[in-house]
């Protein structure tokens, strides 16, 4: 993944810009600052360092740790972006040193609201560094001024947070509005953020140049958030990025600690990388001696070395050796997932992947132990020994023994959480509870089978396969047992079928109670044709002449034509006042109308009722 700068060592840093250079660059008011950074930076020896790659990456992570940044995450200064208004100016906005310290200002008094009083950093200092850095780093020219897009980047770049989140936010500085990224944003995101490697004298080797950009996209290419993505987070990446995902693997493994020596510089533990030798019998160097090519007894610099992210105790290599000659798991498992090979020069020459087999994962069943024992016994009859109580055969019992152990391993190493089985060519996936019974009847088992053994000891052929026959007999037993669940289930499940003939009969009285409402709707249809007829054939006969004056007429209690809305015409003519037949016949009307109500009642109060044991019926039935 990383690779030589071709004979890096403290010469080729010359070629760079000098501290000299770059301390007439930053204005007087900040020079010391950046020469205290320079001289404790030279203390720490990073330019022995063989690599260019880890060397570049050692220099800014002494940066964000004496600045501090490293405790603020990407999040926390995005906000800090936005508490100071960043957000709302354009990329290539000038901004004095004033407002800049303002924003330092705010991003560690932030940091101390959230860190304990005893882990409070002293924020002046971290504040002065910091602006120092990035001075050096941007104001060639010695103005006081800084660019807005230079102050995110150097900032997003050195905080702390996954390279992931880091790499989101800077794409959407650089995006265009149809979500695509800008060649000419990318160009200069390129150039700013390869200042901070050359703030730290890496040019010769991570010094902006138009070959950079070329390395990784071309103009004509569109490149979305996932292209941009995949392109800085592949492996390997781009050779002039390749110092930042190794600065987010030095943060991460800073703290993983190793007890073991060093067989160069003979420490008893260390923290950070590990390297390990592929020739040379349990040969490992600390970080440092790598780096550095420090070697001792046979060993030499032209060896492969394997790089180790974490450590496994010698339990666990214990379990990883059980299970690797079991072949119980593949050989890549995720406690090496960070582990790289790499060759002198540093560049990693890949990883060794095996595919998963699946042979020996899936123990033998007691049946085939048992016929496997039946035909080993019975092919050496006469020359078999006698198995007394606590012995056990080298047939298929070693099978047995192998699951055993390999169920041992599954429980040290933490993934005992289900077991997998062949039964009849079927594979079947029990859980840590079915394990236990299974276990358990098991251990049943073979503690009657040596009670057996030491009450009546085997010492005949007609012993051992009596012996045989008891067992056959107990695995009958227990597959009756099971049978009779078996029968309790179904008999539970037909219980089940008769609710739900039950619900059935339900449905169908409701829709019988649905035929019925139609036919009385009908009937009322008839009804009121049969009325309307008949108040056709009143209109239509002879009016009297006498026996009811007008004035008579007048006083009976007709109905207005306000209320006979929606009545039909007929019917409404017959009620109008004035109207002489409707006199002599509104007794008869109305009690048809009695009717008419009558029978409605009753469909309406049957309906309920049936709606009302369906309800019932039902919370019941559930």
């Known amino acids: 993944m990383w690779s030589s700068n071709g004979g890096g060592g403290v010469g080729v840093v010359g070629n760079g810009p000098s501290p000299e250079h770059i301390l007439h660059s930053v204005p007087p008011i900040v020079a010391t600052e950046m020469q205290q950074l320079i001289d404790e930076m030279r203390l720490q020896d990073f330019d022995s360092i063989r690599f260019a790659t880890y060397r570049a990456a050692c220099k800014l992570r002494f940066i964000q740790q004496k600045t501090k940044v490293h405790l603020v995450d990407i999040w926390n200064m995005i906000e800090a972006f936005r508490e100071n208004g960043l957000n709302a100016l354009p990329l290539h906005t000038v901004i004095k040193t004033s407002r800049a310290e303002l924003l330092l200002t705010t991003v560690f008094h932030n940091l101390n609201k959230r860190l304990v009083a005893s882990q409070h950093v002293d924020t002046d200092v971290s504040i002065s560094l910091l602006l120092a850095f990035l001075l050096g780093a941007y104001d060639k020219q010695n103005t006081g001024r800084l660019t807005v897009f230079s102050i995110k980047v150097a900032l997003a ?16 500085q650089i995006a265009d509005s149809n979500g695509l990224m800008d060649h000419i944003k990318f160009t200069d995101f390129l150039q700013q953020v390869l200042s901070l490697t050359t703030a730290v004298f890496e040019a010769p080797t991570f010094g902006f140049s138009e070959s950079a950009v070329t390395q ?16 800085f987070l592949s492996d390997p990446c781009p050779p002039c990025i390749m110092w930042l995902p190794l600065l987010h693997r030095m943060a991460a493994v800073s703290n993983v600690y190793h007890p073991v020596v060093c067989d160069a510089c003979q420490v008893r ?28 007894q046979n060993h030499s610099n032209e060896h492969e070395m394997k790089e180790y992210s974490s450590y496994k105790s010698p339990a666990k290599q214990l379990v990883h050796s059980i299970h690797k000659s079991l072949q119980c798991i593949p050989a890549s498992s995720s406690g090496d997932a960070n582990i790289d090979i790499l060759n002198t020069t540093g560049v990693p020459i890949g990883k060794p992947t095996r595919p998963l087999n699946l042979n020996n994962i899936v123990p033998a069943t007691p049946t085939t132990i048992r016929r496997q024992h039946a035909a080993t016994s019975s092919a050496d009859w006469p020359t078999s020994p006698v198995l007394l109580p606590g012995q056990a055969s080298h047939g298929g019992v070693i099978d047995d023994e192998h699951k ?12 005992a959480d289900s077991f997998i089985f062949v039964v009849d060519n079927f594979f079947v996936k029990f859980g840590p509870e079915e ?20 009450r009546y000891p085997l010492s005949n052929g007609r012993s051992m396969n009596s012996s045989m026959i008891e067992d056959e007999r107990t695995l009958i037993a227990q597959l009756e047992e099971e049978n009779s669940m078996m029968v309790r289930e179904m008999a539970r499940l037909e219980s089940q079928t008769t609710s739900d003939d039950g619900l059935a009969g339900l449905r169908d009285r409701k829709m019988e109670l649905e035929e019925k409402m139609f036919e009385m709707q009908q009937r009322r249809r008839e009804l009121m044709m049969q009325l309307e007829h008949l108040m056709a054939q009143l209109n239509t006969g002879p009016q009297p002449t006498g026996g009811v004056s007008s004035a008579s007429l007048s006083q009976l209690p007709f109905a207005s034509d306000q209320q006979l809305t929606g009545v039909n015409s007929n ?5 109008r006042a004035g109207s002489l037949p409707a006199t002599s016949l509104q007794g008869d009307l109305l009690h048809a109308a009695d009717q008419i109500t009558t029978n409605m009642s009753d469909l309406v109060r049957q309906l309920d009722l049936a709606q009302a044991e369906d309800n019932g019926v039902t919370i019941n039935g559930f």
């Open 269 to 296: 533990s260390f923290t950070g990388f590990r390297y390990k030798c592929q020739r040379c019998a349990n040969y490992q160097l600390c970080q440092s001696c790598f780096w550095r090519g420090r070697t001792s």
């Open 216 to 231: 990784c996209f071309h103009k004509d290419d569109k490149v979305s958030l996932n292209v941009f993505l995949d392109t």
């Open 571 to 575: 019917v409404a003519n017959a009620f």
């Open 404 to 415: 055993l152990i390999a169920r041992y391993a599954a429980k040290l190493s933490g993934r």
């Open 435 to 454: 394990m236990r019974r299974v276990e358990k009847t098991r251990l049943r088992k073979v503690d009657s089978r040596d009670d057996r053994r030491q």
């Open 157 to 172: 770049t050195l905080c702390a947070g996954k390279l992931v989140d880091k790499l989101r936010y800077i794409f959407s």
